[in-house]
């Protein structure tokens, strides 16, 4: 067990919190602006996280990583969103490397993990979700048939899958077996690691979504695509575990993201409510501007207990899915009820974009809906915590 029960979160890795602000420090409003003018991908921010060392933080040293433990990569993350940043163009990055380092063969790690570290191969594109079948994973249609040679061959089709454009590989669900010969819904589903770049032109494409947040998404399509066999993640028809075994670091990171959401349009809106003066004193004078911002620091802290004790049992090789499901859907919570708070105290100029508010306003809200809505979190919670049917 780590100290993260003992000390408050936001003081863990103060020396790696400050380098990540430092860094963030040299891509400030106007950068951020300009990308989502142009739906453009970060790539210099990219770059110089992955310079850095910040997007293998969680790979073991073994493979060139830095071998911190979650919460130094919850940091880093939360300290990006703090700081006015976005991390969802590369988050991925960090987490996703935990399906191959804990059920991939030896062969796989060393072959790819090092590369992940380095950044010179990406693996940040998570096929998952289908247009028919949405949240609903273990239904999903996408096939891979074994053929005679071992390989398999690829049909069917993912969509909202962030970063494919810029991933060099894929972590790929599909079935194996069909659902009628299963005993339950998540078995007979296979993970693969897809190599991108091979594939392209060769029975997969992308096609991009145009959306409200610069966030990449894309369509992807498959069409005859065949990958060799050891593109298998683990064991055929054991991929479903595989993928909710990644998930609760995921959950976890992305809480941690909201957090920095959340100190970011309190901390701005404070400042702003203590200088904008109007009928000659401090909006922030009056308790309607005042009580919403004291609400939503309220609001975080304790969503900040939540995100500390799902990251201190993850660390201590706990399954957290309770915890995680909690700590992702407070502080969605906590950075959307600050969102709101500081589109209101910020007046007209929340919604200029020069001001950064806006942008900040549109990110935060998607983490209500994804990578898990918060339905799909209540159900579970309700379902496997309080023990009520199934309702679904």
């Not at 919460?71 to 590369?90: F, K, M, R, V, Y």
């Not at 060099?168 to 991108?196: C, N, W, Y």
């Not at 409510?273 to 004078?285: H, S, T």
Request: contains cysteine; negative net charge; glycine residues 8%.
């Amino acid at each position: 067990m780590t100290d993260a029960l003992t000390m408050p979160l936001d003081r863990q890795w103060p020396d790696i919190r400050d380098a990540v602000a430092r860094l963030c420090a040299r891509f400030d409003n106007a950068y951020w602006v300009d990308l989502d003018h142009r739906s453009a991908y970060p790539d210099a921010f990219v770059s110089a996280l992955t310079d850095a060392g910040y997007l293998a933080a969680l790979i073991p040293e073994a493979f060139g990583g830095a071998g911190l433990p979650l919460s130094a990569a919850g940091a880093i993350l939360e300290t990006i969103h703090a700081s006015g940043g976005n991390a969802a163009a590369c988050h991925a990055q960090m987490y996703m490397m935990g399906t191959v380092l804990r059920h991939g063969s030896e062969a796989q790690k060393a072959r790819y993990l090092p590369q992940i570290a380095a950044g010179t191969l990406r693996l940040q594109a998570f096929g998952v979700t289908e247009p028919t079948t949405g949240s609903d994973t273990t239904r999903l249609k996408t096939r891979a048939d074994r053929q005679a040679d071992g390989s398999y061959r690829i049909n069917g089709q993912k969509v909202w899958t962030s970063r494919a454009a810029q991933s060099d590989l894929m972590l790929l669900l599909a079935r194996t077996t069909p659902v009628d010969q299963v005993e339950k819904r998540g078995h007979g589903l296979s993970t693969f690691l897809i190599d991108m770049n091979a594939a392209r032109d060769t029975g997969l494409s992308i096609s991009g979504i145009d959306a409200m947040i610069n966030h990449n998404a894309c369509e992807v399509f498959f069409d005859d695509l065949i990958i060799p066999a050891d593109s298998l993640i683990g064991e055929e028809g054991k991929g479903f575990r595989y993928i909710i075994d990644s998930m609760n670091a995921e959950r976890i990171l992305i809480a941690h993201e909201s957090l920095g959401d959340a100190q970011y349009f309190v901390g701005r809106a404070t400042d702003y409510a203590r200088n904008r003066e109007v009928f000659a004193r401090p909006i922030g004078q009056n308790q309607g501007v005042q009580f919403p911002l004291a609400r939503s620091h309220a609001q975080a802290e304790a969503a900040r207990l939540m995100v500390a004790k799902a990251t201190a049992l993850y660390e201590a090789g706990q399954s957290p899915g309770p915890e995680a499901n909690m700590a992702k859907l407070l502080a969605a919570d906590a950075a959307w009820d600050a969102a709101e708070a500081a589109m209101t105290t910020f007046g007209g100029f929340a919604f200029a974009r020069d001001y950064g508010i806006e942008r900040k306003w549109r990110e935060a809200r998607l983490y209500r809906t994804a990578p898990v809505s918060e339905n799909m979190i209540l159900a579970y919670l309700a379902q496997h915590v309080l023990g009520l049917p199934r309702s679904y």
